[in-house]
């Protein structure tokens, strides 16, 4: 049964490079990189009650705030964020050594309304879906690795719980105009 979901906090986080990555080793190797980032991210998500959506090639889906305080997931889906990063930084060295290439990831975040429910048959998935998603997505694609990018929303719920944030100005994204975007930075 499908259910609408207000102010969800949605965030992508994906692989720059991923293809060029991809490309230069075994797809064992690649699965192998993918699972040893992703455990370690559903172990965050889970720390932070933050429901895993999916993981799509190289990215990780994830939202809040289904069912729950929006102002509080926001929070947590932020310092899920941070948590992915130091994660990514703690091991780079680990993957630089034994791939000879590691992961850098960017992430996007945005609120707002999304629906939520399961899908198919056969192997069904609870998905989430909404406008709110595809703008997290391209929250995500105007980030840069190793960045945490938030809309002028989600900043807005919470922006007295963080020390430091950059406001990146008004970013196009397509079939949306300008959205305010900012990047936080670590204390």
Request: with cysteine; hydrophobic share 40%; charged share 25%.
């Amino acid at each position: 049964m499908p259910k609408n979901q207000a102010e969800a906090t949605i965030m992508f986080c994906d692989v720059k490079n991923f293809r060029h990555i991809a490309e230069s080793l075994k797809p064992s190797e690649v699965l192998e990189m993918l699972d040893r980032y992703f455990k370690q991210f559903d172990i965050i998500t889970e720390k932070y009650e933050i429901e895993k959506i999916k993981t799509i090639g190289d990215a990780y889906m994830c939202v809040g705030g289904l069912n729950k305080d929006s102002q509080k997931s926001a929070y947590e889906i932020i310092q899920a964020a941070a948590e992915f990063l130091e994660f990514n930084e703690s091991i780079e060295q680990e993957m630089l050594q034994k791939f000879n290439q590691a992961f850098y990831f960017r992430i996007g975040i945005y609120t707002g309304n999304v629906v939520s429910g399961l899908v198919g048959l056969k192997k069904y998935a609870y998905d989430i879906w909404g406008d709110a998603v595809n703008i997290a997505a391209r929250m995500e694609q105007n980030s840069v690795p190793g960045k945490i990018n938030i809309s002028g929303g989600t900043y807005e719920i919470v922006k007295n719980q963080f020390p430091n944030f950059i406001y990146r100005g008004k970013i196009p994204v397509n079939n949306r105009g300008e959205i305010d975007m900012y990047f936080i930075e670590k204390d």
